[in-house]
């Protein structure tokens, strides 16, 4: 299959790893193609994981068209807040029966189609995200990625919902057994386990993160007391899964610390600690755990289970502790059905977008 990896962060040069050594046509790009650096001389990662360490070649190209040129999947690992420029730039080169895969996507399936049809666009694409990124990596340097593990269960929602079939068909070609169809994008979107993972290991823990020159929220930063924080606000999340008639499995992140049967499969946890590659320096106004999973993610989810009538405490007060060590009101600023322009809906408008698209 003729799969394109956009983007140069961590799950990119994951992505491009995986679709390459699995036999797909894959081409890679990033919005300089001097980002690329000396990759565009060797042309090769070095990919460390569980089978060693070896090297696979990759192809960067530098244009949008050269990218999308007979492309079937569209694979996009970027950041939330950089999914409006990325649209914008994939709007003229988009063909009939082109599926995007935002992994995880935090509702940008909605975003990126309203602004790829706003361009102009009238292919008949589908956008699909899914709960987690695929990938538990880290890059180790500007030609090295290290892959600790794999996800096991990619749940994934797909706008519009009518071409769920035929996106889920082609995602599933590059994720063979770990794509899991479920109702649409927003469901798709409250499987997201970044806005439930990080915004209590940041924010529980911002003295030590403030304080010490690196720290490993995961390993050090994961205790008991957070622990409970973690299933509260989850709790919260699928309880608004509920409320919008979403079926289970809702995937508890409880699971990921103790049965093990959860996105990433058994002992992910371990392994992610046992790395050492979360042992970081974290900025608590920076980082993408804020600047995605709260700012979008979580302020996202608040705004839903207003819709919805859910109660959220857990998730309104950890969003307005975020604001406070930000200085912003993120429940105004982030994204959140108000924002969005979906806040006025009823229920049968919202499905009737969900299900036919833009």
């Given at each position: 299959m003729?799969?394109?990896?956009?983007?140069?962060?961590?799950?990119?040069?994951?992505?491009?790893?995986?679709?390459t050594?699995?036999?797909?046509?894959?081409?890679?790009w990033?919005?300089?193609?001097?980002?690329?650096?000396?990759?565009?001389?060797?042309?090769?990662?070095?990919?460390?994981d569980?089978?060693?360490?070896?090297?696979?070649a990759?192809?960067?190209?530098?244009?949008?068209?050269?990218?999308?040129?007979?492309?079937?999947?569209?694979?996009?690992?970027?950041p939330?807040?950089?999914?409006?420029?990325?649209?914008?730039?994939?709007?003229?080169?988009?063909?009939?029966?082109?599926a995007?895969?935002?992994?995880p996507g935090?509702?940008?399936?909605?975003?990126?189609?309203?602004?790829?049809?706003?361009?102009g666009?009238?292919?008949?694409?589908?956008?699909?995200?899914?709960?987690?990124?695929?990938?538990?990596?880290?890059?180790?340097?500007?030609?090295?990625v290290?892959?600790?593990?794999?996800?096991?269960?990619?749940?994934t929602?797909?706008l519009p919902?009518?071409?769920?079939?035929a996106?889920?068909?082609?995602?599933?070609?590059?994720?063979?057994g770990?794509?899991?169809?479920?109702?649409?994008?927003?469901?798709?979107?409250?499987?997201?386990?970044?806005?439930?993972?990080?915004?209590p290991?940041?924010i529980?823990?911002?003295?030590?993160?403030?304080?010490?020159?690196?720290?490993?929220?995961?390993?050090?930063?994961?205790?008991?007391?957070?622990?409970?924080?973690?299933?509260?606000?989850?709790?919260?999340?699928?309880?608004?899964?509920?409320?919008?008639?979403?079926?289970?499995?809702?995937?508890?992140?409880?699971d990921?610390?103790?049965?093990?049967?959860?996105?990433?499969?058994?002992?992910?946890?371990?392994?992610?600690?046992?790395?050492g590659?979360?042992?970081?320096?974290?900025?608590?106004?920076?980082?993408?755990?804020?600047?995605?999973?709260?700012?979008?993610?979580?302020?996202l989810?608040?705004?839903?289970?207003?819709?919805?009538?859910?109660?959220?405490?857990?998730?309104?007060?950890?969003?307005?502790?975020?604001?406070?060590i930000n200085?912003?009101?993120f429940?105004?600023?982030?994204?959140?059905?108000?924002?969005?322009?979906?806040?006025?809906?009823?229920?049968?408008?919202?499905?009737?977008?969900?299900?036919?698209?833009?």
């Amino acid at each position: 299959m003729k799969i394109t990896v956009l983007g140069g962060g961590n799950g990119s040069y994951a992505a491009v790893v995986d679709f390459t050594e699995a036999g797909h046509e894959v081409r890679w790009w990033r919005r300089k193609i001097d980002s690329f650096g000396a990759l565009l001389d060797t042309r090769t990662i070095h990919v460390l994981d569980h089978r060693g360490e070896r090297a696979v070649a990759i192809n960067p190209v530098e244009t949008m068209a050269e990218a999308l040129d007979g492309a079937e999947l569209i694979v996009a690992p970027s950041p939330a807040f950089a999914q409006e420029d990325l649209a914008d730039a994939l709007a003229p080169h988009l063909a009939d029966g082109q599926a995007i895969y935002l992994p995880p996507g935090s509702f940008g399936s909605f975003i990126m189609m309203r602004r790829i049809r706003d361009a102009g666009s009238k292919a008949d694409i589908a956008i699909a995200e899914t709960g987690t990124l695929p990938w538990l990596t880290r890059k180790q340097s500007d030609d090295t990625v290290r892959i600790t593990t794999r996800a096991t269960k990619l749940p994934t929602g797909v706008l519009p919902a009518r071409n769920t079939d035929a996106a889920i068909a082609k995602i599933a070609a590059a994720f063979p057994g770990e794509i899991l169809a479920i109702e649409d994008a927003l469901s798709g979107a409250l499987m997201n386990a970044g806005p439930i993972i990080h915004p209590p290991l940041i924010i529980m823990n911002a003295g030590p993160i403030e304080h010490f020159d690196k720290w490993d929220i995961h390993n050090e930063g994961t205790q008991p007391s957070i622990r409970k924080v973690h299933i509260a606000l989850d709790n919260e999340r699928m309880a608004v899964r509920e409320a919008l008639g979403y079926k289970p499995p809702h995937f508890p992140l409880d699971d990921h610390y103790t049965t093990g049967d959860w996105m990433y499969g058994n002992l992910a946890h371990e392994k992610l600690v046992d790395s050492g590659d979360w042992h970081e320096s974290l900025n608590l106004t920076t980082h993408r755990y804020m600047s995605e999973d709260i700012a979008v993610g979580l302020a996202l989810l608040v705004s839903v289970a207003d819709w919805a009538g859910v109660r959220a405490p857990m998730a309104t007060g950890l969003l307005a502790i975020a604001s406070a060590i930000n200085g912003k009101d993120f429940r105004a600023s982030g994204r959140t059905l108000e924002n969005l322009g979906l806040a006025g809906l009823d229920r049968n408008a919202l499905q009737t977008l969900l299900r036919d698209g833009i």
